[in-house]
């Protein structure tokens, strides 16, 4: 029998309405792709918004790493930029590189929740998306001796007494800190109560939560996978519909909370179409080899390609979700 809380489950859906409900679905990887006839040179910077580590370095380097084995370029050089929540790195790539021809930005929903916050989502648009690269669930959780011993328990404390809760998270506005608001709101408690606690990092989440500095953490399963498997954390729930990686799914434990996370590549805006293509192409033919499907094994990541049309219109539905949520829950940087 579903839990009486969760008789009027609080959705994303339900936030948004119909018009920007189209679930974060994920396709699969791509089959063997025929080789395109040019690569893209000798060299490659990729810009990677955050510090080394985290979910945005992981995917930048397995891309970089999968142009290279797959013969697209012969040497990519990586920038790490972190800080509130990928903004400072935008605003860095946007200076430095928007017109370099050889030059790829990391992204995702962190950076659009970031600039959400910051009532500065049009930044978005002034980089050139490319393709979305994938999509994975959160994984909440707490230290191993925690008293917080289920997805009940947790909104049962949140519902008590919410400030004196400190959970983890990654950048301000970012899909952890919606998560953790989202969670708030179905507690009934007071959102301008949430202590929020941002980290650049998955790594930082984890060593807060192991030094007992707060008492939730929420991030993706990859990040929080060594410390689960070692016991030195204790996951609670997982943000899809259904179980994953061993993890009972929040929604099948009676908190009805559901979201997901995504990554994707841009280059500049004022990048040329015909060498954007070449770009893209060679990110298709590269994530059609084993490389790539490899990191999307030892990751645990859903592959979630998309591009064109398509990804424009998912981008512009995220932005909203952003929008909204942050209004709705009274998110502060």
């Not at 060679?282 to 591009?307: R, V």
């Not at 909203?320 to 709705?328: E, G, K, P, R």
Request: proline share 5%; with cysteine; hydrophobic share 40%.
């Amino acid at each position: 029998m579903r839990h009486p809380m969760t008789a009027c489950p609080i959705t994303r859906r339900q936030w948004l309405g119909a018009a920007l409900a189209a679930p974060l679905t994920a396709s699969l990887a791509l089959p063997a792709l025929a080789a395109p006839a040019q690569k893209l040179g000798s060299q490659l910077r990729i810009v990677i918004p955050a510090n080394p580590g985290g979910g945005w370095d992981q995917t930048g380097r397995a891309l970089g790493t999968a142009l290279s084995s797959s013969g697209m370029v012969d040497k990519v050089v990586y920038e790490n930029i972190g800080g509130k929540g990928g903004t400072l790195g935008l605003a860095e790539y946007l200076k430095r590189y928007d017109q370099d021809p050889d030059s790829l930005l990391i992204g995702g929903m962190v950076m659009v929740g970031a600039l959400a916050l910051n009532k500065a989502s049009d930044q978005l648009k002034q980089v050139q998306p490319l393709t979305k690269l994938t999509s994975d669930y959160l994984v909440v959780a707490v230290p191993a001796d925690s008293p917080i011993y289920n997805p009940q328990a947790l909104i049962k404390a949140m519902r008590e007494d919410l400030s004196a809760l400190a959970i983890a998270g990654g950048s301000a506005g970012g899909v952890d800190h919606m998560y953790a608001g989202m969670l708030a709101r179905i507690a009934k408690a007071n959102p301008e109560q949430l202590q929020y606690k941002p980290f650049p990092g998955g790594n930082d989440v984890v060593n807060a939560l192991q030094q007992k500095q707060v008492q939730v953490g929420i991030s993706g399963y990859s990040e929080f996978r060594d410390a689960l498997r070692a016991g030195k954390l204790r996951a609670l729930g997982i943000s899809s519909r259904r179980t994953l990686f061993g993890i009972a799914s929040m929604r099948d434990q009676g908190v009805d909370a559901e979201m997901s996370n995504w990554r994707a590549v841009f280059t500049g805006k004022n990048i040329p179409a015909v060498r954007a293509q070449q770009m893209l192409a060679a990110i298709e033919y590269a994530a059609s080899q084993d490389s790539w499907k490899s990191s999307l094994s030892s990751n645990n990541w859903n592959a979630s390609l998309q591009s064109g049309k398509n990804l424009q219109d998912f981008l512009e539905i995220e932005t909203s979700t952003a929008q909204i949520m942050s209004h709705l829950l009274k998110l502060k940087a």
